[in-house]
């Protein structure tokens, strides 16, 4: 395998499986109260970050097969600068919650009722294929193309624009999901509609941290 068919079949695949998890969301129970809502699927950081994921998969792509045209490059790697950290955020947060807060990340299924104490709550689950190509595949794509395909950043993009980019993105998704659960009268992650404001500006302010660090983190041990 040479190394631009390698390139090619990455970004090739990572896009189709992205894509996949996307087109699904129709097909779950879920999605009928989400189309409802303002901001649609659109609440989701997860969807946000799927869509500049798939993005960088298709620009690389576009690059992979026009190498010649350095727009497309340089597209990728702006794009990439905010894919990467919001990846690494999205799946930081969601699969420790799934695995031991579900009630934190995961909408509660109302559809069958129990007055019964004793039964475990059910929650809105999808599934495992979806899931992973929402919450798993896009991290993982974009932290082994960083790594084999892509050169590292300057030290001066990772310590100035790795930053800016970070704080850009939580502000405007801040500001988003707020107007987002304040139309809604609820939030798309359970975790912010049972925080107050005050807690909910941590966990917005924790977050882009988190990405800036993850970023400048991954830079780091890129051995190129």
Sequence with gaps: MSF???SVLLHSLSASIMAYGYNSLKTLPIDSLISTQYGGHFQFLTIQGLAIAWMTAIFGL????????????SLKRAL???ALPVEVVISSIYWPLLLVATQLILQPDNSAPSSSPDVQ???MRIPLSVDLALHAVPALSLLADFLFFEKKYSQKQATYGAPLVASLFTLWYSWWVERCGSINDVYP???LTNNTFEGRILIYLGAGILAWVSFYLINRLHSQ
């Design 80 to 82: 990439f600068m905010i």
């Design 4 to 6: 631009s068919f390698a």
């Design 121 to 123: 709550p059910k929650f």
């Design 62 to 73: 576009a690059s992979d097969i026009f190498p010649s045209v350095s727009v497309l490059k």
């Design 189 to 191: 992650y359970p975790f």
